[in-house]
């Protein structure tokens, strides 16, 4: 029941029964489902959202093999039936949750680890969502399509066993983790720092080096290397070896 009730809370208006647009059904091979959960490194502690879940296999997977909770949002009612059964099946009905749903509607703020198999322009409509709702640090695994502008963290193409109905014999995986939002100028001591960001791509004023994945960011300037952890308008970390807070102005 206290999984049901949260995962009940999460979606919210994804109920929704009227939607303008309809996505043909064609599974991920459960190979392919087994790479894009290990791409997005996948724990016990992640609550897994699949954005169109189809027959679960994901979240189920998900659930089996690594102990996460999940969440699936489909906008046929028949497959989330089916989902249900086959988690019964699996023996992870108390982990997961099926709701029929428009993703595009739906509720995902939660999740830790989010996995697409959507046509671009769906994935399009979603991307601001992803980084504006999403926590830093939380991934996304696509199979097959990218994300426009948005250039992902990792790439992969790999064969699979027997060719798959609408893929042929490969599949393309791609990962983005969501960035903090570091933008802006930021106080450092007496110092002001200005950081210009695309997604995570950012440039530090008179730094070189500089890195950015989730909430951790890291740069070399000439006072020494900054490491440190990004916390709203906070980033607190180490420069030179000695503890320094930096405030966004």
């Known amino acids: 029941m206290h999984y049901a009730l949260s995962f009940v809370l999460l979606v919210g208006p994804a109920l929704a029964q009227d939607t303008a647009w309809r996505v043909p059904f064609i599974t ?8 894009m959960l290990e791409l997005a490194g996948t724990r016990a502690d992640d609550f897994v959202v699949d954005l169109g879940s189809g027959d679960g296999r994901i979240v189920i997977t998900a659930a089996r093999k690594y102990g996460s909770r999940g969440l699936g949002i489909e906008l046929d009612d028949k497959l989330v039936q089916v989902s249900r059964d086959n988690a019964r099946s699996a023996g992870v009905a108390e982990r997961v949750q099926f709701v029929q749903g ?24 979603l991307q601001t969502r992803f980084v504006d709702e999403l926590k830093p640090g939380t991934r996304i695994v696509s199979h097959s399509f990218r994300m426009a502008g948005w250039r992902p963290d990792r790439a992969e193409t790999m064969r699979v066993t027997k060719p798959h109905v609408g893929q042929g014999d490969e599949s393309t995986l791609y990962l983005w983790t969501v960035p903090a939002n570091v933008r802006g100028v930021w106080q450092l001591d007496a110092r002001r720092v200005r950081i210009d960001q695309d997604y995570q791509q950012i440039e530090v004023e008179g730094a070189t080096d500089a890195r950015l994945s989730g909430s951790d960011i890291s ?11 990004v916390q709203g308008d906070r980033m607190t970390g180490e420069l030179a070896g000695r503890a320094v807070v930096l405030q966004r102005r």
């Open 219 to 229: 740069w070399q300037s000439p006072q020494g290397r900054f490491r440190g952890r």
């Open 28 to 35: 991920t091979p459960d190979e392919v489902v087994e790479r």
């Open 102 to 125: 428009d993703v595009l509607l739906a509720k995902f703020s939660q999740a830790s680890v989010v996995t697409v198999y959507l046509l671009p322009d769906l994935i399009g409509q």
